[in-house]
């Protein structure tokens, strides 16, 4: 079994069935790639609601602080089985995108909430001082 098999057995990626996979969206990519479903970073919109879910929900994404597990790759390629607009993903895909646009986004939304925490006092005694 050549790296790139083995790769994709651990990742738990399906083999491409020219039959049952050709009619698909990026389907010559996957052929290429030998994969049921093609290997590409994260960028549908589909992709990061589903990140964001399994951020919440699951416990092998939720529990991780620098980089995502195999075992969080491989349910992520399960879901990527069964939905249209997800692809599967390498371990380096979801940790890119855990370290980079998920974390800014996150850390964003929690600096707006203790602005807004902070605000909303001074805004109503502003607005009725008594």
């Not at 919109?45 to 589903?50: D, G, I, R, W």
């Not at 597990?69 to 890119?96: C, G, P, R």
């Not at 855990?98 to 006092?121: E, M, R």
Request: hydrophobic letters at 40%.
């Amino acid at each position: 079994m050549s790296m790139l098999a083995s790769l994709q057995v651990e990742a738990g990626m399906l083999e491409f069935v020219k039959s049952t996979d050709a009619a698909q969206k990026q389907a010559y990519l996957a052929k290429m790639q030998g994969t049921q479903r093609p290997i590409l970073p994260i960028n549908t919109v589909a992709e990061q609601n589903l990140f964001n879910q399994l951020m919440q929900e699951c416990d092998d994404f939720c529990s991780l602080t620098t980089s995502i597990k195999l075992s969080a790759v491989k349910i992520w390629n399960h879901y990527a089985e069964a939905e249209d607009d997800i692809y599967y993903k390498l371990e380096e895909h979801l940790t890119s995108h855990f370290k980079g646009n998920w974390k800014d986004v996150t850390n964003l939304i929690h600096s707006v909430c203790q602005a807004l925490a902070s605000i909303n006092p001074l805004q109503k005694y502003l607005h009725n001082p008594e």
